[in-house]
């Protein structure tokens, strides 16, 4: 590629991205594929009447367009290199040549503009060996246009080209893309931008070093154009003698110690650091947007640094950004740092769309600090199994308790006191009835959490159960006499309970009523793992079946349980004079 000094002497200054506009199809960068199928067509003779060229801005669409449009036209052609030398190809270059039409899909959207074409194109091209008509931006046109473009599309004029450009193919209507044959540009690569750039750089003699130059590769985000105007934004602030300094004040670049800085600090739970980190973003005018963006980057490279063989490959950045990288990534598992990167994804919307930006970059970057609190869910488990197996810590007025006792088990090895789950056992194991086996807990809350998967209906009505008995393999559920309208309820479910049941292992399982009037905590727990507040149920010797039965006879009683859905726990009598 070469400068075109006839065209800066002819206008003046002309900045880099026209002055190295591709002329010839070898020039263009990073569209392969697409140029080699375009030059098979022209040299087989196998021409489209239409071609749809959809990518990002900046990548070469219509820049290819009118390389087509000269090697159909050239003197020498149709060619796969037009020669830029014929008078064809230099009026194409200098957009002159009445055959070749170029309009813009947002300027010219309405039906009237497309008639206006239509009508134009019925006529053989007067100069040149094909019209060809590019359309720029074909998404823009209204759905009339489009309609009007349709038959012209399905039968065109002879020796007449349509190609269309497009940053965003699916605005397209399909009956559109359907016509034409479709050249998808894919966007550049950071290191194909970095080399045409170093490139420009030679031939302008421009001294830029390579870190400059990955700066605006990655600023430009895949896009050749953009990376050649911020080259020349650049050399126009800095001259010819590009600092690394000038290039980040140019571009807005953060200085990624900021980046390491708050990441060290998110890493370790270093909390009290991000409220003076995020004022210096402030004090430095610093889009919080635009550092929140830089610092999901930063974390992803982190990520990239730890477990990558080849991080070099992945990452363009020196070998000094890679070794503290690999450094800062080495006491933490892949995981924890793909969990950092998620939770910083879920936070970029409510940081672009919060009304206190700053407020909201503090908390969740704070909440981010916390994160290394969490455990592991095997590391959780362990812990829950450690302490579902030890013995229940006894206390004074227990029966059975005794200070050796008490002693012995502050002895032990295990000084952690018992967890709430050992708790939660504990309750369910009293309310088992001592027989020759032993309860299953695991059973009963197995057959619980099937009913309240499959009938979550049955599943408050089973907790209602004054206790459970294991004998031999057979669970029974036994309801206090008070509560028979609940066990007629499973009653009618027995058979469900029971299959159910006999799936988990069981052997059988059957209702029982029981004569009492003290309903006992219900046998199941609806979260086997959860806290289960154990209350007292005191018994008084003064208080019997027949009191409990009264009691539930009397229509008062009756109306404030029902008022406010409580049950009899126990039946005093008053003492004294007054006593009723």
């Known amino acids: 590629m070469t400068s075109r000094p006839e065209e800066t002497t002819k206008s003046g200054y002309l900045v880099l991205a026209r002055k190295y506009r591709p002329r010839q199809f070898s020039e263009v960068v990073g569209q392969e594929a697409v140029v080699r199928t375009i030059q098979n067509a022209i040299k087989e003779n196998r021409l489209g009447h239409a071609y749809l060229f959809s990518g990002m801005r900046g990548v070469g669409k219509t820049t290819v367009a009118r390389i087509l449009a000269k090697a159909l036209n ?82 065109p004029p002879s020796r007449t080209v349509f190609i269309f450009a497009t940053t965003e193919f699916h605005k397209v209507p399909r009956t559109i893309a359907s016509r034409c044959q479709h050249f998808v540009f894919k966007r550049l690569s950071a290191q194909q931008i970095i080399d045409h750039l170093q490139y420009i750089a030679g031939q302008e003699n ?16 895949g896009s050749l154009r953009d990376a050649e105007t911020l080259l020349d934004m650049v050399v126009s602030f800095s001259g010819p003698q590009v600092q690394d300094r000038d290039t980040e004040e140019v571009l807005g670049v953060i200085d990624r110690r ?54 070099r490959e992945l990452l363009l950045l020196s070998e000094d950004e890679i070794r503290e990288l690999q450094e800062l990534a080495r006491d933490f598992q892949p995981e924890e740092l793909l969990r950092y990167i998620l939770i910083l994804q879920e936070g970029e919307s409510g940081l672009r769309y919060s009304s206190q930006p700053r407020l909201f970059l503090e908390a969740w970057l704070i909440k981010l600090c916390y994160l290394r609190n969490l455990k592991p869910l095997e590391q959780a488990l362990e812990e829950l199994s450690a ?118 292992g069981g052997q059988d399982l059957e209702l029982r009523l029981e004569e009492t009037g003290a309903s006992a905590r219900p046998a199941v727990s609806s979260r086997p793992q959860s806290a289960v507040k154990e209350k007292s149920e005191p018994t008084h010797k003064n208080a019997t079946a027949d009191d409990s039965r009264a009691l539930l006879d009397d229509p008062k009683a009756r109306a404030l349980l029902s008022t406010l859905k409580g049950q009899v726990v126990a039946v005093r009598r008053k003492t004294g004079p007054d006593k009723t």
């Open 74 to 155: 050239c003197e020498q052609g149709p060619t796969p290199e037009p020669c830029n030398q014929c008078s064809i190809c230099r009026a194409i270059n200098e957009e002159s040549l009445l055959d070749f039409i170029e309009i813009d899909g947002a300027s010219n959207r309405g039906i009237e503009d497309v008639k206006a074409l239509r009508d134009s194109i019925q006529y053989e091209p007067m100069h040149s060996r094909y019209r060809v008509i590019i359309i720029d931006e074909v998404h823009q046109l209204s759905r009339d246009a489009f309609n009007a473009l349709l038959k012209t599309l399905e039968e």
């Open 206 to 221: 421009i001294a830029i070093s390579p870190y400059s130059l990955k700066l605006i590769a990655g600023a430009a985000d």
């Open 258 to 311: 900021l980046f390491e800085n708050l990441a060290r600090a998110i890493l370790t739970g270093q909390g009290q650091e991000i409220f003076p980190l995020v004022e210096s973003l402030v004090a430095s005018g610093i889009d919080l947007r635009h550092f929140y963006s830089g610092l999901i980057e930063y974390f992803r490279n982190l990520l990239v640094a730890g477990i990558s063989a080849r991080p």
């Open 387 to 504: 302490h579902k197996d030890r013995p229940p810590e006894r206390k004074s007025g227990d029966p059975g308790y005794s200070p050796s006792t008490a002693s012995g088990q502050a002895g032990s090895g295990n000084s952690v006191r018992a967890s709430t789950p050992s708790r939660t056992k504990n309750s369910l194991n009293q309310a088992v009835k001592n027989g020759p086996s032993v309860f299953n807990q695991e059973k009963a809350d197995a057959l619980y959490f099937r009913v309240v998967r499959e009938k979550p209906a049955l599943a408050p009505i089973m907790k209602m159960a004054g206790r459970l008995e294991v004998v031999e393999g057979k669970l029974s559920l036994i309801y206090p006499r008070d509560r028979k309208h609940f066990a007629d309820l499973i009653e009618q479910n027995l058979a469900y309970l029971n299959r159910v049941w006999t799936e988990l």
